[in-house]
Protein backbone atom coordinates (compact mmCIF):
# COMPACT_ATOMS: atom_id res chain seq x y z
CA UNK A 1 0.00 0.00 0.00
CA UNK A 2 2.76 2.43 0.76
CA UNK A 3 4.29 1.93 -2.34
CA UNK A 4 1.04 2.42 -4.31
CA UNK A 5 0.29 5.26 -2.61
CA UNK A 6 3.77 7.06 -3.41
CA UNK A 7 3.68 5.71 -7.08
CA UNK A 8 -0.05 7.73 -6.98
CA UNK A 9 1.89 11.37 -5.59
CA UNK A 10 4.49 10.86 -8.29
CA UNK A 11 2.29 10.44 -11.32
CA UNK A 12 -0.31 13.31 -10.16
CA UNK A 13 2.87 15.46 -9.19
CA UNK A 14 5.28 15.21 -12.05
CA UNK A 15 2.05 16.43 -14.29
CA UNK A 16 1.92 19.01 -11.59
CA UNK A 17 5.38 19.69 -12.64
CA UNK A 18 5.06 19.44 -16.41
CA UNK A 19 2.23 21.70 -16.09
CA UNK A 20 4.23 24.66 -14.73
CA UNK A 21 7.31 23.97 -16.74
CA UNK A 22 4.89 24.35 -19.36
CA UNK A 23 3.58 27.70 -18.76
CA UNK A 24 6.38 29.15 -16.30
CA UNK A 25 8.07 31.37 -18.68
CA UNK A 26 5.29 33.31 -19.71
CA UNK A 27 4.14 33.44 -16.21
CA UNK A 28 7.48 34.58 -15.29
CA UNK A 29 7.37 37.49 -17.92
CA UNK A 30 3.45 38.55 -17.35
CA UNK A 31 5.45 39.47 -13.69
CA UNK A 32 8.63 41.54 -14.54
CA UNK A 33 5.92 43.35 -16.84
CA UNK A 34 4.30 44.27 -13.23
CA UNK A 35 5.78 48.01 -12.15
CA UNK A 36 4.88 47.16 -8.87
CA UNK A 37 7.64 44.39 -8.63
CA UNK A 38 10.12 45.46 -10.39
CA UNK A 39 12.35 46.47 -7.35
CA UNK A 40 12.65 43.15 -6.35
CA UNK A 41 15.50 40.45 -7.32
CA UNK A 42 14.51 38.25 -10.53
CA UNK A 43 15.20 35.48 -8.24
CA UNK A 44 12.63 36.32 -5.57
CA UNK A 45 10.21 37.29 -8.46
CA UNK A 46 10.89 34.04 -9.89
CA UNK A 47 9.82 32.15 -6.94
CA UNK A 48 7.24 34.11 -6.42
CA UNK A 49 6.24 32.64 -9.54
CA UNK A 50 7.29 28.87 -9.15
CA UNK A 51 4.91 29.23 -5.41
CA UNK A 52 1.87 30.79 -7.47
CA UNK A 53 2.04 28.39 -9.60
CA UNK A 54 2.42 25.20 -7.45
CA UNK A 55 -0.37 26.49 -5.14
CA UNK A 56 -2.68 26.26 -8.26
CA UNK A 57 -2.01 23.96 -9.73
CA UNK A 58 -0.97 21.03 -6.59
CA UNK A 59 -4.70 21.14 -5.17
CA UNK A 60 -6.26 19.66 -8.30
CA UNK A 61 -3.66 16.50 -8.08
CA UNK A 62 -3.37 16.62 -4.22
CA UNK A 63 -7.03 16.32 -4.60
CA UNK A 64 -6.97 13.19 -7.46
CA UNK A 65 -4.61 12.11 -5.05
CA UNK A 66 -7.33 11.48 -2.15
CA UNK A 67 -9.73 10.20 -4.79
CA UNK A 68 -7.32 7.28 -5.50
CA UNK A 69 -6.05 6.72 -2.38
CA UNK A 70 -9.84 6.45 -0.91
CA UNK A 71 -9.86 3.56 -4.09
CA UNK A 72 -7.35 1.63 -2.05
CA UNK A 73 -9.20 2.24 0.96
CA UNK A 74 -12.33 1.52 0.03
CA UNK A 75 -12.63 -0.35 -3.75
CA UNK A 76 -13.22 1.60 -6.78
CA UNK A 77 -16.44 0.61 -6.82
CA UNK A 78 -17.15 2.77 -3.55
CA UNK A 79 -15.59 5.20 -5.12
CA UNK A 80 -17.42 5.73 -8.29
CA UNK A 81 -17.33 8.75 -10.73
CA UNK A 82 -20.66 8.76 -11.01
CA UNK A 83 -22.30 8.60 -7.61
CA UNK A 84 -25.66 6.94 -8.09
CA UNK A 85 -27.03 5.74 -4.60
CA UNK A 86 -30.73 5.57 -5.60
CA UNK A 87 -29.77 4.02 -8.84
CA UNK A 88 -31.56 5.80 -10.99
CA UNK A 89 -31.81 5.44 -15.01
CA UNK A 90 -29.81 7.39 -16.84
CA UNK A 91 -27.32 8.26 -19.89
CA UNK A 92 -24.85 10.51 -18.22
CA UNK A 93 -21.57 9.93 -19.38
CA UNK A 94 -18.70 9.01 -16.69
CA UNK A 95 -16.81 12.66 -16.29
CA UNK A 96 -12.93 12.43 -17.34
CA UNK A 97 -10.19 13.49 -14.90
CA UNK A 98 -10.63 11.59 -11.84
CA UNK A 99 -14.20 13.81 -11.54
CA UNK A 100 -17.19 12.95 -9.43
CA UNK A 101 -20.37 13.90 -10.05
CA UNK A 102 -23.85 13.11 -8.40
CA UNK A 103 -27.00 11.49 -10.30
CA UNK A 104 -29.95 12.85 -8.94
CA UNK A 105 -33.59 13.42 -9.78
CA UNK A 106 -33.85 16.43 -7.58
CA UNK A 107 -33.76 20.08 -9.57
CA UNK A 108 -30.76 21.44 -7.67
CA UNK A 109 -31.55 24.97 -9.24
CA UNK A 110 -34.99 25.54 -8.42
CA UNK A 111 -34.96 29.01 -6.62
CA UNK A 112 -37.08 27.66 -3.73
CA UNK A 113 -34.70 24.39 -2.74
CA UNK A 114 -31.71 27.06 -2.89
CA UNK A 115 -33.76 29.26 -0.43
CA UNK A 116 -35.04 26.94 1.64
CA UNK A 117 -31.52 25.43 2.10
CA UNK A 118 -29.97 29.02 2.68
CA UNK A 119 -32.51 29.82 5.14
CA UNK A 120 -31.79 26.60 7.16
CA UNK A 121 -27.75 28.01 7.03
CA UNK A 122 -28.42 31.10 7.98
CA UNK A 123 -30.94 30.59 10.87
CA UNK A 124 -28.92 27.90 12.68
CA UNK A 125 -25.16 29.74 12.47
CA UNK A 126 -22.81 29.67 15.31
CA UNK A 127 -23.03 32.55 17.93
CA UNK A 128 -21.32 34.22 21.00
CA UNK A 129 -17.46 33.13 22.03
CA UNK A 130 -15.24 31.94 24.76
CA UNK A 131 -17.90 29.81 27.18
CA UNK A 132 -21.23 31.43 25.95
CA UNK A 133 -20.41 30.15 22.75
CA UNK A 134 -23.39 28.46 20.90
CA UNK A 135 -22.01 25.99 18.00
CA UNK A 136 -23.69 25.95 14.10
CA UNK A 137 -27.22 23.91 14.43
CA UNK A 138 -26.26 22.58 11.20
CA UNK A 139 -24.93 18.47 12.69
CA UNK A 140 -25.62 15.30 11.05
CA UNK A 141 -28.64 15.05 12.80
CA UNK A 142 -30.42 18.29 12.15
CA UNK A 143 -29.71 17.70 8.15
CA UNK A 144 -31.26 14.56 8.05
CA UNK A 145 -34.05 15.88 9.69
CA UNK A 146 -34.36 19.25 8.36
CA UNK A 147 -33.26 18.98 4.77
CA UNK A 148 -33.83 14.83 3.53
CA UNK A 149 -37.72 15.79 3.50
CA UNK A 150 -36.71 18.58 0.58
CA UNK A 151 -35.33 15.04 -1.63
CA UNK A 152 -38.69 14.29 -2.20
CA UNK A 153 -40.77 17.53 -1.80
CA UNK A 154 -38.41 18.68 -4.83
CA UNK A 155 -37.93 15.47 -6.83
CA UNK A 156 -39.08 15.56 -10.63
CA UNK A 157 -40.64 12.37 -12.29
CA UNK A 158 -38.73 11.90 -15.14
CA UNK A 159 -35.51 14.39 -15.26
CA UNK A 160 -32.22 13.94 -14.63
CA UNK A 161 -29.24 16.28 -12.90
CA UNK A 162 -26.24 15.87 -12.11
CA UNK A 163 -23.62 17.98 -9.47
CA UNK A 164 -19.86 18.12 -9.02
CA UNK A 165 -18.72 16.83 -5.60
CA UNK A 166 -15.25 17.12 -4.59
CA UNK A 167 -15.37 13.52 -2.93
CA UNK A 168 -17.44 10.98 -2.24
CA UNK A 169 -17.47 7.61 -1.01
CA UNK A 170 -18.96 4.75 0.15
CA UNK A 171 -17.64 3.32 3.48
CA UNK A 172 -19.56 0.44 3.75
CA UNK A 173 -22.05 1.78 6.01
CA UNK A 174 -22.49 5.64 4.93
CA UNK A 175 -21.88 7.81 1.82
CA UNK A 176 -19.89 10.55 2.82
CA UNK A 177 -19.64 13.60 0.69
CA UNK A 178 -17.29 16.23 1.19
CA UNK A 179 -16.84 20.23 -0.01
CA UNK A 180 -12.64 20.02 0.23
CA UNK A 181 -10.78 23.08 0.36
CA UNK A 182 -6.51 23.03 0.36
CA UNK A 183 -6.18 25.28 3.84
CA UNK A 184 -10.10 26.09 3.96
CA UNK A 185 -9.15 29.65 4.43
CA UNK A 186 -12.32 31.03 3.17
CA UNK A 187 -13.19 34.27 3.76
CA UNK A 188 -16.77 35.77 5.64
CA UNK A 189 -18.32 35.76 2.36
CA UNK A 190 -17.56 33.10 0.36
CA UNK A 191 -18.09 30.34 3.34
CA UNK A 192 -22.03 30.42 3.52
CA UNK A 193 -22.04 29.67 -0.62
CA UNK A 194 -19.50 26.65 0.04
CA UNK A 195 -21.70 25.34 2.83
CA UNK A 196 -25.13 25.63 0.92
CA UNK A 197 -23.01 23.98 -2.05
CA UNK A 198 -22.55 20.81 0.10
CA UNK A 199 -26.02 21.12 1.78
CA UNK A 200 -27.44 20.94 -1.91
CA UNK A 201 -25.33 17.86 -2.76
CA UNK A 202 -26.72 16.19 0.46
CA UNK A 203 -30.27 16.85 -0.83
CA UNK A 204 -29.18 15.72 -3.88
CA UNK A 205 -28.15 12.32 -2.36
CA UNK A 206 -31.54 11.68 -1.59
CA UNK A 207 -30.68 9.07 1.20
CA UNK A 208 -30.61 8.40 4.94
CA UNK A 209 -26.99 6.89 5.20
CA UNK A 210 -25.21 10.38 3.90
CA UNK A 211 -22.79 12.24 5.80
CA UNK A 212 -21.69 15.55 4.43
CA UNK A 213 -18.48 17.44 5.43
CA UNK A 214 -16.26 20.23 5.03
CA UNK A 215 -12.60 18.80 4.63
CA UNK A 216 -9.13 20.63 4.20
CA UNK A 217 -6.16 19.03 2.77
CA UNK A 218 -4.02 20.57 6.00
CA UNK A 219 -4.65 22.45 8.92
CA UNK A 220 -3.55 25.56 8.42
CA UNK A 221 -3.23 26.78 12.14
CA UNK A 222 -0.71 24.00 12.32
CA UNK A 223 -1.65 20.36 12.98
CA UNK A 224 -2.88 19.14 16.23
CA UNK A 225 -4.22 22.61 16.70
CA UNK A 226 -7.44 24.03 16.80
CA UNK A 227 -8.59 25.20 13.04
CA UNK A 228 -9.85 28.42 12.79
CA UNK A 229 -12.05 29.41 9.88
CA UNK A 230 -15.14 31.36 8.86
CA UNK A 231 -16.48 27.79 7.91
CA UNK A 232 -16.91 26.97 11.50
CA UNK A 233 -19.86 29.53 11.92
CA UNK A 234 -21.92 27.40 9.60
CA UNK A 235 -21.61 24.43 10.21
CA UNK A 236 -21.34 22.29 14.04
CA UNK A 237 -17.22 21.74 14.65
CA UNK A 238 -15.93 19.43 15.02
CA UNK A 239 -18.81 16.90 13.98
CA UNK A 240 -19.38 18.23 10.81
CA UNK A 241 -15.51 18.61 9.42
CA UNK A 242 -12.13 16.68 8.63
CA UNK A 243 -9.54 18.77 9.07
CA UNK A 244 -5.72 17.71 7.90
CA UNK A 245 -4.51 14.69 9.58
CA UNK A 246 -8.72 13.54 10.35
CA UNK A 247 -9.40 13.86 6.31
CA UNK A 248 -6.55 11.73 5.47
CA UNK A 249 -6.40 9.49 8.33
CA UNK A 250 -10.37 9.28 7.23
CA UNK A 251 -9.46 7.54 3.68
CA UNK A 252 -6.10 6.30 4.56
CA UNK A 253 -5.86 2.40 4.21
CA UNK A 254 -5.66 0.84 7.26
CA UNK A 255 -1.97 0.62 9.13
CA UNK A 256 -1.07 4.10 7.23
CA UNK A 257 -1.38 6.83 9.64
CA UNK A 258 -0.69 10.49 8.66
CA UNK A 259 2.93 10.55 9.59
CA UNK A 260 3.37 7.72 6.85
CA UNK A 261 1.38 9.13 4.62
CA UNK A 262 3.89 12.77 4.91
CA UNK A 263 6.68 10.48 4.94
CA UNK A 264 5.27 9.03 1.35
CA UNK A 265 4.63 12.51 0.23
CA UNK A 266 8.17 13.89 0.85
CA UNK A 267 9.80 10.62 -0.30
CA UNK A 268 7.79 10.95 -3.63
CA UNK A 269 8.79 14.35 -4.61
CA UNK A 270 12.10 13.42 -3.76
CA UNK A 271 12.08 10.91 -6.34
CA UNK A 272 10.95 13.67 -8.66
CA UNK A 273 13.33 15.88 -7.84
CA UNK A 274 11.40 19.01 -7.37
CA UNK A 275 14.02 21.21 -6.12
CA UNK A 276 15.95 20.61 -9.10
CA UNK A 277 12.94 21.00 -11.66
CA UNK A 278 12.32 24.36 -9.63
CA UNK A 279 15.90 26.06 -10.17
CA UNK A 280 15.97 24.59 -13.58
CA UNK A 281 13.31 26.54 -14.62
CA UNK A 282 13.88 29.99 -12.36
CA UNK A 283 17.38 29.92 -13.80
CA UNK A 284 16.36 29.40 -17.38
CA UNK A 285 13.84 32.80 -17.18
CA UNK A 286 16.53 34.70 -15.35
CA UNK A 287 19.11 33.43 -17.49
CA UNK A 288 17.52 34.79 -20.73
Same mark, same amino acid.
Given at each position: ?17 ? $? ?15 ? %? =? ?33 ? %? ?16 ? /? /? ?14 ? *? ?65 ? *???? $?? $? ?16 ? $? =? ?33 ? /? ?6 ? %? ?8 ? %? ?6 ? *? ?15 ? /? ?11
Amino acid at each position: MREQIKQIIIEEFSRVVN $LIENDFKSNYDRKVNNF %L =LSQMDERITASMVFVSSFESKSGFAIESCAKRIAK %LRFGEENVPSIVNPRNLS /H /HIPAPKNNEQIVVTNI *DTNNGSLRGEIAAFRATNVASGRGRSRVESGVTQESIKKELLPLADKYATQNSIFTKPVDLAFFDGQ *DWNI $LE $LKAGGDLDSSNAPSNVEK $L =LTIYVDMGIENCKAYFGTLYNKDGEGKTWTGAVKK /HMAYPEMF %LIGKDFWEKI %LPNGITFK *DFEDIYKSALEEIDLNK /HINEMIEDCIGN
